[in-house]
């Protein structure tokens, strides 16, 4: 028995078939041995089934963005294409790579379809007819758990019927019995606690409520005192234990995902832009001052290591250069400076950072060492960024906090972004934002100076 409000029971399975009768029916073409395709069916569900759970393909929940959705599929045809050659290679099949390949990019068009179809009609169910909902109360009130309330009320898409909200700081607020009646009464499936608004003794008798009657309970931080949204729990023999955050980025497989693209658009940019642009702007900077070409910084980077940041020169040889940053109308810049500044061309030597492996493509901005030192002693958590390595671009750069840091809420604004993008890294959001990076580039950024 499926219990009412979850996810439904059946809609995985029906997904697991659907997905598969795919597979099965264009693969036919392929064989005209019987004994082949039998082995191949064996062979792709038992594959299928596998690589599904280590993607976790089908872990799609009503709160699952789109995007995360589009990830999860392109993660999907990597493995699915490594297998299915590999059962062709294997057998020696007298089929081209272009007709597997073909065969891969079928199955999975068909597959984005009927996933999408299935993701979004059941956001319109829910909106329009009203099923596939969960009833779920809120205890405790502050600004976090009226963000909170607002979005069951103004995202029934998601499927969430908000009864109550129960606030515990008023006097003539109702005890925690009251509020457990109130749950069994209106069959509530789902109830959501302020941490902060509560007691160790109150956070407890709701734990004991939730376990001993099947509700599910789920937590709201204090956002004063954490800022993520992804605790990574495990346990250690017995013992349950809760690291602070996951990140996408250490497992073997994204890490792999992720060099590749770097690998791929660093050889791109330097092999077919700065073959040629490097010696048009090594004269361009050299006729107007004297000094090198390129500008090195030591940067701080992954673990907090030292390392040098290079740059096209921007401006004339001086000796706070290592201990001021640029700001707008600074007459250190040169003419060609400007140019190549407000292009962000001057960034373009990064990309050999990213060949060496100093840096991504996309990651946290490294900043200056003495500025590293400062941030680090004033703005709360900014060491965070360098659990990953520092990109050329970032999600807090298209996100309207790149360039002169004006301010520390400027600066704290910059680290939650960046705490973000470690926590939820995906290829599909790298590739976001490098096409906003050229967007910006290309439109000209106010920020850029």
């Known amino acids: 028995m499926f219990k009412r409000g979850r996810y439904s029971g059946f809609i995985r399975p029906i997904s697991y078939a659907i997905d598969l009768a795919i597979i099965y029916i264009l693969a036919k073409q392929f064989f005209q041995v019987t004994e082949h395709y039998i082995y191949y069916i064996i062979f792709i569900t038992v594959s299928w089934v596998i690589i599904s759970m280590i993607s976790n393909f089908y872990e799609i929940y009503r709160f699952t963005k789109g995007v995360k959705i589009i990830s999860l599929i392109a993660k999907q045809a990597v493995l699915f294409t490594l297998v299915v050659f590999a059962f062709f290679g294997f057998y020696n099949l007298d089929r081209t790579s272009i007709d597997i390949s073909m065969y891969v990019i079928y199955v999975f068009s068909l597959v984005t379809v009927v996933k999408l179809a299935i993701y979004y009609l059941l956001r319109k169910y829910r909106t329009l007819l009203g099923g596939n909902y969960r009833n779920v109360i809120i205890i405790g009130l502050n600004q976090k758990t009226d963000q909170l309330r607002k979005f069951f009320l103004d995202s029934p898409e998601y499927g969430y019927k908000l009864y109550k909200t129960f606030d515990f700081k008023n006097k003539k607020a109702p005890s925690l019995d009251k509020a457990f009646e109130f749950v069994l009464e209106n069959k509530i499936d789902e109830i959501y606690c302020s941490i902060a608004e509560l007691t160790d003794e109150q956070i407890q008798q709701i734990i004991d409520f939730s376990d001993n009657n099947l509700k599910i309970l789920k937590f709201i931080p204090d956002n004063k005192e954490i800022y993520t949204k992804k605790l990574d729990f495990n346990y250690y023999g017995y013992l349950p234990v809760i690291s602070l955050r996951q990140i996408p980025i250490d497992f073997p497989f994204n890490q792999f995902i992720k060099r590749s693209f770097d690998l791929a658009l660093s050889l791109f940019i330097i092999i077919g832009i700065l073959s040629w642009l490097t010696p048009i702007l090594a004269i361009l900077i050299r006729l107007e001052s004297k000094g090198p070409?390129?500008?090195?910084?030591?940067?701080?980077?992954?673990?907090?290591?030292?390392?040098?940041?290079?740059?096209?020169?921007?401006?004339?040889?001086?000796?706070?250069?290592?201990?001021?940053?640029?700001?707008?109308?600074?007459?250190?810049?040169?003419?060609?400076?400007?140019?190549?500044?407000?292009?962000?061309?001057?960034?373009?030597?990064?990309?050999?950072?990213?060949?060496?492996?100093?840096?991504?493509?996309?990651?946290?901005?490294?900043?200056?060492?003495?500025?590293?030192?400062?941030?680090?002693?004033?703005?709360?958590?900014?060491?965070?960024?360098?659990?990953?390595?520092?990109?050329?671009?970032?999600?807090?750069?298209?996100?309207?906090?790149?360039?002169?840091?004006?301010?520390?809420?400027?600066?704290?604004?910059?680290?939650?972004?960046?705490?973000?993008?470690?926590?939820?890294?995906?290829?599909?959001?790298?590739?976001?934002?490098?096409?906003?990076?050229?967007?910006?580039?290309?439109?000209?950024?106010?920020?850029?100076?």
Request: charged share 30%; glycine share 6%.
């Open 293 to 449: 070409v390129f500008f090195k910084q030591r940067r701080n980077g992954l673990d907090y290591k030292e390392f040098y940041c290079y740059k096209f020169r921007s401006m004339r040889p001086n000796p706070e250069a290592h201990l001021h940053q640029i700001r707008k109308g600074d007459p250190r810049v040169t003419k060609i400076g400007k140019f190549i500044r407000k292009t962000s061309i001057d960034e373009l030597p990064q990309f050999i950072n990213v060949l060496k492996g100093e840096m991504s493509v996309v990651g946290p901005r490294p900043h200056m060492v003495s500025h590293t030192h400062m941030y680090a002693e004033k703005i709360d958590k900014f060491m965070v960024r360098h659990f990953i390595k520092p990109g050329i671009t970032g999600l807090a750069q298209v996100s309207g906090y790149r360039g002169e840091v004006e301010d520390d809420n400027f600066i704290t604004n910059r680290v939650k972004y960046d705490i973000f993008y470690l926590e939820n890294w995906s290829l599909l959001l790298d590739l976001k934002i490098v096409f906003q990076t050229v967007y910006n580039a290309l439109r000209g950024d106010d920020k850029a100076y």
